[in-house]
């Protein structure tokens, strides 16, 4: 039954994938030709994608993640890496493959990497654009509310010298972040600011003051270090769930 299972998991992932293609470095942001079409209609701006700085990927590196059928115990050791700027997932089945797999947007898998757990979601407040994509997850999902962490590539135009003695800018891109809170009740997605004040803001009224009042007692920073800030919002969304 279980090679059965694990057969099944290999053809499900081949039936939700496509295409097989060697990718270097920043060739993945081809796709910032769509910048120029969607910012300069008239087609006056080229982008140089030699010239870019920064890297489409969460990690540049492939490391070791889980695949899984959702829903379903079996799981696939494989090697992973998150294009952030496609929102997308790779996938190598070993560390030495120069095929690298591109996993199709789909919340058919449940997808782990670095002890974190993505999920593809459909959410017209989060992606303004696609209406879809994928969230870490930081929290129990089976609490009242749960964290999340949505990430997503800035990309930055080259600017060119002000004046002689200053120097231009290459164009880059940018791995940046938001917090989502998501009642379970509800399945309202609420954005949260990673600052100690801000966040009280964005919360729900009745969650306001004593929110505040554990941010002060448990002297919580919110910022330093990604891993530091992300353990301090982690603790404030299981504070909000005894409440």
Known sequence: MKIFKTV???ILLFTFTFSFSQMRGLGALK?????????NPEGKETI??????????????????ILGNKGDDEKLSL???????????????NITDSKVTIIDRTNKFDIALRG??????QSNYIFKETGTGYLGMLSDPDAKH?????????????QAAANTYAMAKPAKV???????????????????????????EDLPMEFQSKVKSFIKKNNLKMRGEEVEVEADMRKVVD?????
Do not use: A, C
Not at 31 to 39: C, R, W
Not at 48 to 65: A, C
Not at 79 to 88: A, H, K, L, P, Q
Not at 239 to 243: A, E, P, S
């Open 174 to 200: 940018e791995t940046k972040y938001n917090y989502y809170l998501k009642n379970n009740e509800t399945g309202k997605f609420t954005m949260i600011e990673d600052h100690r004040k801000r966040i009280i």
């Open 116 to 121: 974190k757990k993505f999920i593809f979601t």
């Open 48 to 65: 140089n994608l030699d010239k870019i700085s920064g890297s489409p990927y969460l990690e540049e590196q492939f490391v070791k993640g």
């Open 239 to 243: 504070y909000i769930n005894t409440l």
């Open 79 to 93: 090697y992973i890496r998150y294009n952030v700027f496609s929102d997308n997932f790779e996938v190598k089945y």
């Open 31 to 39: 796709d910032l030709e769509m910048v120029n079409i969607l910012n």
């Open 8 to 10: 099944s998991l290999f």
């Open 146 to 158: 749960t964290l999340y962490k949505r990430y997503y590539s800035e990309y930055t135009p080259e």
